[in-house]
């Protein structure tokens, strides 16, 4: 392909775009500032919120009963692991959820128009053969 010849419009010949998920601020040029920033839009992330929430209460209660019977270090250890396992695992799960969601709206969406479409029957099928 020619540089200099425009850019082919023929949709067969082009291939989709690829869809990216890409969470990204405006950077001030201070880490600090960018690292809060982040933080002030977390609320953005589908799910971020109630992943990072059960896996805080899960690292906490997991954290508090392994401290009962072992020291701090180890205590710490499994509160970050538990912290880890339950934040990735809520978070995909819930990502999973809404990307069925997303396939069945959009399903039902483009099988709309075929509902008021009305069905054209064939003259043959109505009437049937009479002998003679």
Known sequence: ??????????????????????????????YWEDVKEAWRKINEI????????SGIA??????????MSAGAFAASNWAVGTFMLISLGTWTICRRAREDERRRLQQVVEKIPARFVKKQEEPSA?????PS
Do not use: H, W
């Open 126 to 130: 109505e009437k049937p053969s009479q």
């Open 46 to 53: 589908p799910c971020a919120r109630n992943s990072l929430l």
């Open 58 to 67: 899960s690292g906490a209660g997991v954290g508090v009963i392994r401290g």
């Open 1 to 30: 392909m020619d540089p200099s010849s425009p850019p082919s419009t023929d949709p067969a010949s082009s291939s989709p775009p690829k869809k990216r998920f890409a969470y990204q601020t405006e950077t001030t040029g201070s």
